[in-house]
């Protein structure tokens, strides 16, 4: 009985562990997402530019994560079915044991329509 009950609750233990690592790293990525798209349309506005998208990024991400998930965030113009966007590409840790975990294997990126190409 014994022998049976340390089995089930190692078992347990590791599910539990494993359930809270993938719901941090889906919190983790999500955010960084939401950063991103937020960055991208901050730096699409008329009166904005894309350096500007990407440290609205960066702020948010500092205020939500840390300082470490926000070392890499680039922000850029392009054209998206011959339309202006904006793009801002964030790249950052994946938490794999926690918060840590190697840098550099996430990257997510948010598009806006660029309003200052269009005109009036």
Known sequence: MLV???????LLVVLFL???????????RNTLVASAAEGAR????????????AER??????TALGERFADA????TTDVDG?????????????LLGPIGPDGLLVVSG????EKALGP
Not at 4 to 10: A, G, N, P, R, Y
Not at 18 to 28: E, T
Not at 57 to 62: D, E, H, M, P, T
């Open 111 to 114: 598009h806006a329509l660029d």
């Open 18 to 28: 494993g359930i809270v690592q993938l719901a941090l790293a889906l919190h983790v």
């Open 83 to 95: 339309l202006p966007v904006v793009v801002v590409e964030v790249r950052a840790p994946l938490p």
């Open 57 to 62: 990024a960066r702020q948010l991400i500092r």
């Open 4 to 10: 049976e009950f340390t089995l089930v609750t190692v």
């Open 73 to 76: 965030v680039r922000a850029a």
């Open 42 to 53: 901050y730096g699409a506005l008329a009166d904005r530019t894309p350096d500007q998208g």
